[in-house]
């Protein structure tokens, strides 16, 4: 794990999270540290994948109480910088977190996860007649 984040913040990270969890690894940090923008070269110290809730709060508490910044990390599709972490940020992945559950057609509804995509919700409504309002170009890797 790179120097610059906290020791006491990575020993914490390693006993409170399956061992999947994260990533230092050069490949990693380059992939999930940017956008589409590319204007920036991507510097972040870690790559987190959470797979609950309880797993994003539990490590937005950490950050937080170790006073290292974090950059929440979708499609990575944006235009506009968003997704950038240059000064060796922890980057939240939510590509883990892609579960959808049934569509309440009673209500015209669906619960799913902050790293769905898309084109995958469209898909899911779509089956029972529904339609889903956000479309974006990009939405074969935009994430909810």
Do not use: I, Y
């Amino acid at each position: 794990m790179p120097a610059t984040l906290p020791s006491e913040f990575a020993s914490t990270l390693k006993g409170e999270f399956p061992s999947d969890f994260s990533s230092s690894a050069r490949d990693d940090l380059e992939t999930f540290g940017r956008d589409w923008t590319k204007v920036h070269t991507p510097a972040p110290s870690l790559v987190c994948w959470p797979r609950t809730t309880h797993e994003v709060a539990t490590l937005v508490r950490l950050c937080n109480r170790h006073r290292v910044a974090l950059v929440p990390s979708g499609g990575r599709t944006g235009l506009a910088g968003g997704a950038m972490a240059r000064d060796g940020e922890v980057v939240l992945s939510l590509q883990r977190m892609r579960r959808m559950e049934p569509v309440d057609l009673q209500g015209m509804t669906v619960r799913v996860q902050a790293g769905a995509v898309t084109q995958a919700v469209h898909e899911h409504v779509a089956a029972h007649g529904l339609f889903w309002p956000v479309d974006f170009a990009s939405k074969g890797s935009s994430q909810v």
